[in-house]
């Protein structure tokens, strides 16, 4: 069973909701990532993803990519990223997922990069171009590392399509609470729950909502029929916005507590 399974089957069994909140390695710099991920670790977060930071970030919205811009200006890169995993790896019972583009994957070679990556604790891999056809030789190279290929949906994913990749994710589905990019925003589009009780009618593979999420009421909303709730853009924000590296540890600690705290024992509605 892997990292990420096993702390779904115990949140389950403690009727609590997960929370997956995001940071952009290397924004400010990889130390100051260093200290948001324990910090992050102890204010609540039942798993973290680590974005590894490209030059064309398709999926994202201003907030991401701008912070993808200062860590590649800090000179940041996938093995930076993987090296920062290994050192705070022993520190951490979270399970610790990558989301990244293909291309700096695949620049690796797939089972250089599946090798590195589980030597390095890493334990889930999230790529939101690359589909499951034609990411095959990836994933295939991650399952044999023992490292969960996380893949997406959306509420314009068709029923068969949908019926695929509940059977081909591992560790959980992230599914996208909009059609557009990331970013925090004040409501959650029409037919996510609708969505999230289709993959429930396919599977019992455990399903987290992402993109948008920006309070702990929308969290709560969320949490009433999903597995769990991915924040990343208002994070980043407060990372922004932080006055001092001190102080955008300290907020976004904060705000994490805040997002977890609906999500102790919420009865989900059947």
């Known amino acids: 069973m892997s990292r990420i399974t096993d702390r779904f089957v115990r949140l389950r069994a403690a009727g609590e909701q997960a929370l997956i909140p995001f940071v952009t390695a290397g924004d400010p710099d990889l130390d100051t990532t260093g200290e948001l991920v324990l910090a992050l670790a102890e204010a609540g977060a039942d798993a973290i993803e680590l974005g590894v930071p490209f030059s064309d970030p398709t999926a994202d919205g201003p907030s991401i990519q701008r912070a993808s811009e200062r860590s590649l200006a800090r000179g940041t890169t996938l093995r ?18 990558l989301m990244g583009y293909a291309n700096p994957f695949y620049a690796l070679g797939v089972d250089g990069f599946a090798a590195e ?3 390095a604790g890493v334990d889930g891999i999230i790529c939101p171009d690359l589909p499951p056809e034609e990411g095959a030789d990836l994933y295939f190279a991650l399952e044999k590392a023992g490292i969960d290929a996380v893949l997406m949906a959306a509420p314009t994913t068709t029923p068969a399509r949908l019926e695929l990749l509940a059977q081909r994710t591992r560790g959980f589905l992230y599914y996208v609470s909009l059609t557009g990019v990331t970013g925090a925003r004040a409501t959650l589009a029409q037919g996510v729950e609708a969505g999230v009780r289709a993959v429930r009618a396919l599977s019992d593979v455990p399903v987290c909502v992402g ?8 969290a709560a909303e969320i949490a009433r029929y999903a597995d769990g709730v991915v924040v990343g853009g208002a994070i980043v924000d407060r990372i922004e916005q932080a006055a001092s590296r001190h102080a955008a540890v300290t907020a976004v600690a904060r705000f994490v507590a805040e997002l977890k705290a609906p999500l102790r024992s919420v009865a989900m509605r059947g």
């Open 117 to 119: 990556a589980a030597a």
């Open 211 to 218: 993109f948008g999420v920006s309070t702990p009421a929308l």
């Open 80 to 97: 930076r990223v993987l090296a920062l995993v290994k050192r705070l790896r022993p520190q951490l019972e979270v399970p610790l997922l």
